[in-house]
């Protein structure tokens, strides 16, 4: 049954109340009241000759006003009632004791427009001559449904309606990914409601300018305020927050917490912290308010077309939102969304968070075999364009792959755009908390932790450039394109076994209990980091959680392992910056070699710190220390 409700349809007189109150009163099938009927007769008597009523006079209309409307609301009746409710004092007087039944609907327009109205209005007591001290009075009310009183009369009541329409979801702040994800969800079938915060002169009117840019938008509502955007959504209210992470996220939240009710769902979409993501399920818990964390992978593209998504939190709220997610994802090749149900807490930012140090380090290691083969192989953009074209067609193939064979060739006037961008590369904190969370965790994350100081050495080497004479690079003969592609492929299959084994210490620590296959399924599509051998990983990660025990994979290892140290030795004899090829050559190093290294640290720790050291073979786990 639908809830009772009371439009109050205002605006200044000649505004159309009583036309569009009755014609919206008929749309909805209930009765319309006009306010002007309940006037006394020494009001009317005073606005005929064109005295303006003052605070008193209103007060016993606006007072048998709101007597009608709770005797109506009393019986179980929705109604519409047109008056001018000017002020807000008034507005109060009218909605006294049914405050949550209002529904203020304010007819907008200007002086001019009005004026001519007046002077052609017939039958009507009050003056046209009254209308500037309405104006004077006027205070537009902020959590009503405005309406522009200049569209055609039809127009108006099918925009009233549908904004009286609730909203299967809600989504908050419409930057790139914000609209790209409205966009989507409306192509799905998902009625929304879109809030973006208002900034005079710079954001204004955003949710409506987007909605009637886009044809898909056609069927959502448009809010400013947070009030009335709240009201818009079915309950439980499922809310998408698409907003800056960090302290934006948690300013935001407390303003529209008082707007919501236990059993509604926060989503956060954005690229938030885990621990934060955690803090927030475990303050909202109390207020009765569910909280999902969910990665969302793809760019603007991915959000339009569909992303890969990792929500996590608690179970029940994800079944509230879960078929919504799944609805807008990616597909794999045989047709499942890709978005799962990460698990509990702030896995699902995690995960996301390591999904990003991955691309950290796939884009670091593709840059380095560019530089090499066009710095040292000598090659222009067309011919590594072709080379990284024919590599993507192969086991080799993915997403990053692919858009660099396409950048490389693009130009700007008659030269190569690459060459012409700075080279300076940014990073918004995700590759940094990756870093931090593998020295908490205790696991090695060297290709992704290169990769991310690679972009700061970018963004500081030009106030710290050496000015060391150049040193002629002796003749020194390149590897072969199959060396270079087989050291390439290896120290990809690094930076993977590095980011699942974190992913997989952290499920370990925090008791998450991961689906790290599942969590490949859902990366080969829609994200950053699809790729071919991201599939392959699927059935890799179903017997194993650390590839490096796949059978497979240790003959990739001993087969290839001599052409990423030719790769490695090559690049540094031209002067080459390699990090992340580097970080996976030593890390294997380490993993097969039988030199020693860290023992010697433990025997200096041992030696000024009393630290202690355990003795190979022995396996009773007992500690040593030396009187060095």
Same mark, same amino acid.
């Given at each position: 049954m639908m809830e009772n409700k009371v439009y109050i349809v205002m605006g200044v007189s000649g505004c159309g109340k009583t036309t569009i109150g009755k014609m919206l009163a008929e749309t909805l099938k209930i009765e319309f009241y006009d306010g002007d009927a309940f006037h006394s007769i020494a009001n009317i008597e005073k606005m005929a000759v064109g005295i303006p009523l003052t605070d008193e006079d209103r007060y016993s209309w606006l007072s048998d006003i709101n007597k009608q409307i709770k005797e109506s609301f009393a019986g179980g009746r929705s109604i519409v009632f047109?008056?001018? /409710?000017?002020?807000?004092? +008034?507005? %109060?007087?009218? =909605?006294?004791? &049914?405050?949550? /039944?209002?529904?203020?609907? +304010?007819? %907008?327009?200007? =002086?001019?427009? &009005?004026?001519?109205?007046?002077?052609?209005?017939?039958?009507h007591f009050m003056s046209p001559t009254l209308l500037q001290s309405q104006f004077d009075i006027l205070e537009e009310p902020s959590t009503a449904i405005h309406i522009d009183i200049t569209l055609d009369p039809n127009i108006i009541i099918h925009t009233i309606v549908k904004r009286l329409t609730k909203s299967d979801f809600g989504l908050v702040g419409l930057g790139v990914m914000g609209k790209s994800l409205a966009r989507n969800f409306s192509r799905n079938g998902v009625t929304l409601s879109l809030y973006n915060r208002f900034v005079a002169g710079s954001e204004e009117q955003v949710a409506e300018k987007c909605i009637a840019e886009y044809a898909e938008l056609q069927t959502a509502k448009g809010f400013e305020d947070l009030k009335l955007f709240a009201a818009s959504l079915e309950t439980p209210r499922k809310i998408f927050l698409m907003i800056k992470a960090g302290e934006e996220t948690d300013t935001f939240m407390e303003e529209l917490l008082p707007h919501l009710e236990a059993g509604d769902v926060i989503i956060d979409g954005g690229n938030s912290y885990y621990g934060d993501t955690q803090r927030r399920i475990e303050s909202l818990k109390f207020r009765g308010i569910h909280f999902i964390g969910a990665g969302v992978s793809g760019g603007e593209e991915g959000a339009l077309k569909g992303p890969s998504i990792m929500p996590s939190g608690p179970l029940e709220a994800y079944e509230l939102v879960g078929k919504y997610l799944t609805l807008i994802a990616a597909k794999d090749k045989h047709g499942d969304p890709c978005c799962s149900y990460i698990g509990k807490d702030g896995s699902g930012h995690f995960v996301k968070m390591v999904h990003n140090g991955i691309e950290y380090a796939e884009m670091q290691l593709i840059a380095e075999v560019y530089a090499y083969l066009r710095y040292a192989m000598n090659m222009q953009p067309p011919q590594i364009a072709a080379v990284f074209s024919e590599w993507n067609m192969g086991e080799l193939s993915s997403y990053l792959l692919g858009i660099t064979a396409a950048l490389v060739v693009k130009k700007e006037g008659s030269e190569w755009l690459i060459d012409l961008i700075l080279d300076k590369a940014g990073n918004k904190g995700t590759g940094n908390w990756t870093t931090i969370a593998a020295s908490e965790l205790g696991q090695p994350a060297t290709l992704i932790t290169s990769a991310l100081f690679a972009r700061y050495v970018s963004t500081v080497k030009e106030n710290m450039r050496l000015d060391l004479p150049k040193t002629p690079i002796q003749e020194v003969p390149v590897i072969s394109l199959d060396e270079i592609k087989a050291a390439y492929q290896l120290a990809r299959i690094a930076n993977h076994q590095q980011g699942f084994m974190l992913?997989?210490?952290?499920?370990?620590?925090?008791?998450?209990?991961?689906?790290?296959?599942?969590?490949?399924?859902?990366?080969?599509?829609?994200?950053?980091?699809?790729?071919?051998?991201?599939?392959?990983?699927?059935?890799?990660?179903?017997?194993?959680?650390?590839?490096?025990?796949?059978?497979?994979?240790?003959?990739?290892?001993?087969?290839?392992?001599?052409?990423?140290?030719?790769?490695?030795?090559?690049?540094?004899?031209?002067?080459?910056?390699?990090?992340?090829?580097?970080?996976?050559?030593?890390?294997?190093?380490?993993?097969?070699?039988n030199y020693s290294t860290a023992n010697i640290i433990q025997a200096q720790r041992d030696y000024f710190g009393a630290h202690t050291y355990q003795k190979i073979g022995d396996s009773s786990g007992k500690y040593y220390h030396t009187e060095w």
């Open positions: 047109a008056c001018s /409710a000017l002020k807000e004092s +008034y507005r %109060k007087i009218l =909605a006294q004791q &049914i405050e949550d /039944a209002v529904v203020w609907i +304010y007819l %907008k327009g200007d =002086a001019d427009t &009005i004026g001519l109205r007046l002077e052609n209005r017939a039958g992913i997989y210490t952290a499920s370990e620590t925090f008791k998450w209990n991961l689906n790290y296959s599942e969590i490949a399924r859902i990366w080969t599509n829609g994200c950053i980091i699809r790729s071919v051998f991201m599939e392959e990983l699927i059935s890799v990660l179903k017997k194993k959680q650390n590839i490096f025990e796949n059978e497979k994979i240790i003959a990739v290892i001993r087969d290839q392992k001599s052409a990423l140290k030719k790769f490695a030795i090559s690049a540094l004899q031209y002067d080459l910056s390699i990090p992340s090829h580097l970080a996976a050559l030593d890390q294997l190093n380490v993993l097969t070699g």
